[in-house]
């Protein structure tokens, strides 16, 4: 199955796994490659047993030609105004650690990094961990 088809099937679905919101200019001001879709942010719920609903950004992104513009900072502002129409009550998110430039915008909007602040460590199971892991499970 290539990502296309299952981006198609987990979020244009009846239950989604994901949501997204794009970014879009009006075509006399597309981009040097001729695209008017320029941004997008991806993401999806969570739950915490402490705190309760949590949206969970995945993916923002905004071509570097339009980058500085603002565009960044109202998809990440529609994501928390969604969230909180949902009654999340948390927006979360990882950010790789060369990534300065985007830790620096996220501490410039009130984000708190748990890495530093309490001890967080972002964990991952996939490929043959994955199947090790749930060959593990009970079959009753």
């Given at each position: 199955m290539n990502e296309s088809t299952e981006l198609e099937r987990d979020g244009f679905c009846q239950n989604?796994?994901?949501?997204?919101?794009?970014?879009?200019?009006?075509?006399?001001?597309?981009?040097?490659?001729?695209?008017?879709?320029?941004?997008?942010?991806?993401?999806?719920?969570?739950?915490?047993?402490?705190?309760?609903?949590?949206?969970?950004?995945?993916?923002?992104?905004?071509?570097?030609?339009?980058?500085?513009?603002?565009?960044?900072?109202?998809?990440?502002?529609?994501?928390?105004?969604?969230?909180?129409?949902?009654?999340?009550?948390?927006?979360?998110?990882?950010?790789?650690?060369w990534n300065t430039t985007s830790r620096d915008f996220y501490a410039a909007k009130g984000a708190q990094?748990?890495?530093?602040?309490?001890?967080?460590?972002?964990?991952?199971?996939?490929?043959?961990?994955?199947?090790?892991?749930?060959?593990?499970?009970?079959?009753?």
């Amino acid at each position: 199955m290539n990502e296309s088809t299952e981006l198609e099937r987990d979020g244009f679905c009846q239950n989604p796994f994901f949501e997204c919101l794009v970014a879009e200019v009006p075509e006399e001001h597309k981009s040097n490659e001729g695209f008017t879709v320029v941004g997008y942010a991806f993401y999806f719920y969570t739950y915490s047993t402490w705190e309760g609903r949590s949206v969970y950004l995945e993916d923002l992104y905004v071509m570097q030609e339009f980058r500085g513009n603002g565009i960044g900072k109202g998809l990440l502002s529609k994501v928390a105004e969604v969230g909180k129409q949902k009654q999340c009550v948390r927006l979360q998110l990882s950010v790789l650690d060369w990534n300065t430039t985007s830790r620096d915008f996220y501490a410039a909007k009130g984000a708190q990094d748990l890495t530093a602040s309490e001890g967080w460590h972002f964990i991952r199971f996939d490929g043959q961990n994955l199947d090790n892991l749930a060959n593990e499970a009970c079959k009753d």
